[in-house]
């Protein structure tokens, strides 16, 4: 059995947290808004080092599979009852760059800071029986997104296996932007989009409340996290008001060499039906188009370049997807990012 040097394994237990649930926004919209959480709070887990952290991780996912309930379903823009109404038969690009900032005063408090700069493309069609009549509509934002503030507390459980639990309390901040317009197909600006979630901002402050659990035995290569938190709007637009959104998972992290660690995770992810006037409805049913559950397998690997220094890529795959209404989902979600400690 390999064994792992004092800061291989140190930072083995840091990488428990690349999957932390505090992702920016909801996981799905009407219009494929993003994609379940994938984050890299490096600090939020196990025994770290007192002083600064930084991390700076680059999302990617492209929501072009329309789905009701948990089928795959198409969208025809010549379909007589699609006349006139938004059809999401094209697609949602999202691109995200998260800057985190944690601050550790000890092995038991903490704090970090996170500021996403959101990078959307959306399009879809307006239908009409004439083919030649269908037209199309984008929406293109970039603009620094919701920002969000956590605290934690960490407590030891076994020492000698380097276990622990702990809790964290903290804010999604009303910070994004909101404003960004729809443009027909001649980039004429059509007023702003009834879909809030296509914002890099949704107009709401949160407030986001969760548990952990690590272990990381001396002498194994093998660690292990669990988590679970809630998200819930706490002031929100009397327009739009996001649903509440809630967290399950669970991971192990296998250290190949004292630099090379494998990942593996299950994340389960509930959003609750968006509420306000400004709420997604389906142009089918009139009903509610937010909201959505989904099961997610996330391998990854990390790579320490020095001791304080770390590379890491995930890719999570959907198991499971469910929606209410009609919406665009992504069959398959990007993160990349670099963690140092200063």
Same mark, same amino acid.
């Given at each position: 059995m390999h064994q792992p040097?004092?800061?291989?394994?140190?930072?083995?237990?840091?990488?428990l947290a690349l999957? @932390?649930?505090f992702s920016s926004g909801n996981s799905?919209?009407?219009?494929?808004?993003?994609?379940?959480?994938?984050?890299?709070?490096?600090?939020?887990?196990g025994i770290s080092r007192p002083?600064?952290?930084?991390? +700076?991780?680059?999302s990617y996912s492209r929501a072009d599979t329309l789905r009701s309930g948990s089928d795959k379903i198409s969208a025809n823009p010549t379909d007589p009852a699609n006349a006139g109404?938004?059809?999401?038969?094209?697609?949602?690009?999202?691109?995200?760059i998260t800057a985190t900032l944690d601050y550790s005063h000890d092995e038991h408090w903490g704090m970090l800071l996170q500021l996403p700069y959101v990078m959307r493309d959306h399009t879809h069609s307006i239908g009409d029986p004439n083919p030649a009549?269908?037209?199309?509509?984008?929406?293109?934002?970039?603009?620094?997104?919701?920002?969000?503030?956590?605290?934690?507390?960490?407590w030891t459980l076994d020492e000698a296996k380097h276990s622990g639990a702990g809790l964290k309390l903290g804010l999604k901040l009303n910070t994004g932007r909101t404003d960004f317009q729809l443009l027909d197909a001649s980039g004429v600006a059509k007023g702003v989009p009834q879909e809030v979630t296509l914002q890099p901002g949704n107009d709401s402050t949160d407030v986001i409340i969760g548990v952990f659990w690590n272990q990381s035995a001396p002498g194994s290569d093998w660690s292990w996290f669990a988590?679970?938190?809630?998200?819930?709007?706490?002031?929100?637009?009397?327009?739009?008001?996001?649903?509440?959104?809630?967290? +399950?998972?669970?991971?192990?992290?296998?250290?190949?060499?004292?630099?090379?660690?494998? +990942?593996?995770?299950?994340? @389960?992810?509930?959003?609750?039906?968006?509420?306000?006037?400004?709420? @997604? +409805?389906?142009?089918?049913?009139?009903?509610?188009?937010?909201?959505?559950?989904?099961l997610a397998l996330t391998p990854g690997l990390s790579y320490a370049f020095t001791r304080d220094t770390q590379l890491y890529?995930?890719?999570?795959?959907?198991?499971?997807?469910?929606?209410h209404g009609e919406q665009l989902t992504a069959d398959y979600a990007v993160s990349v990012g670099v963690s140092h400690h200063f």
């Open positions: 040097c004092p800061v291989t394994r140190r930072n083995a237990v840091l990488t999957l @932390a649930a799905f919209a009407s219009c494929g808004s993003s994609s379940c959480s994938i984050n890299a709070d490096w600090a939020e887990h002083g600064w952290s930084a991390d +700076l991780r680059y109404i938004e059809v999401e038969n094209q697609r949602t690009i999202n691109q995200v009549l269908v037209s199309s509509e984008s929406f293109n934002a970039s603009a620094v997104g919701d920002v969000k503030a956590v605290g934690r507390y960490r988590q679970a938190s809630l998200q819930s709007s706490i002031a929100s637009s009397r327009q739009f008001r996001p649903g509440n959104q809630s967290n +399950l998972d669970g991971g192990t992290r296998y250290a190949f060499n004292n630099r090379l660690n494998g +990942l593996l995770q299950i994340n @389960a992810q509930w959003n609750e039906i968006d509420s306000g006037s400004s709420a @997604a +409805l389906s142009p089918v049913s009139g009903g509610p188009s937010s909201g959505a559950s989904s890529g995930l890719l999570q795959l959907p198991l499971y997807q469910y929606v």
